[in-house]
């Protein structure tokens, strides 16, 4: 049963870090490409991340570039969110998503093509 548990939320001042954890079980993420989202009140799910199994590649949103980073421990089968600089506007419930198939490019930042989700952790970023 493939499963994905988010950890490591919680409030932050503006300009300060977490590390948001995405603990996979059921599946190798070896095959799979694992996306961060967020979704914050009023607003859609959006892509913030996201690590390609298959070549290695990361994707970055624009407004988290140089702040944020992805990566993975292949040994725990987990994938982290490095968040550095936070801003107010980094506030959301994040979530962490795993496509069974390839996606590259605009498709790897889209909610709609990944096929498991995390039940997801609130990161609130306020002084």
């Known amino acids: 049963q493939v499963q994905l548990v988010e950890s490591g939320g919680g409030l932050v001042q503006p300009g300060g870090s977490l590390r948001l954890s995405c603990a996979a079980s059921?599946?190798?993420?070896?095959?799979?490409?694992i996306g961060w989202f967020r979704q914050a009140p009023g607003k859609e799910r959006e892509g913030v991340s996201c690590?390609?199994?298959?070549?290695?590649?990361?994707l970055y949103a624009d407004s988290v570039k140089g702040r944020f980073t992805i990566f993975r421990d292949n040994a725990k089968n987990t994938v982290y969110l490095q968040m550095n600089k936070m801003k107010p506007e980094d506030t959301a419930v994040y979530y962490c998503?795993?496509?069974?198939?390839?996606?590259?490019?605009?498709?790897?930042?889209?909610?709609?093509?990944?096929?498991?989700w995390g039940r997801g952790t609130q990161v609130t970023v306020s002084s």
């Open positions: 059921g599946f190798s993420l070896d095959y799979y490409v």
């Open positions: 998503g795993a496509a069974v198939k390839y996606l590259g490019g605009l498709h790897a930042m889209t909610p709609k093509h990944y096929d498991y």
């Open positions: 690590f390609i199994s298959r070549d290695g590649s990361t």
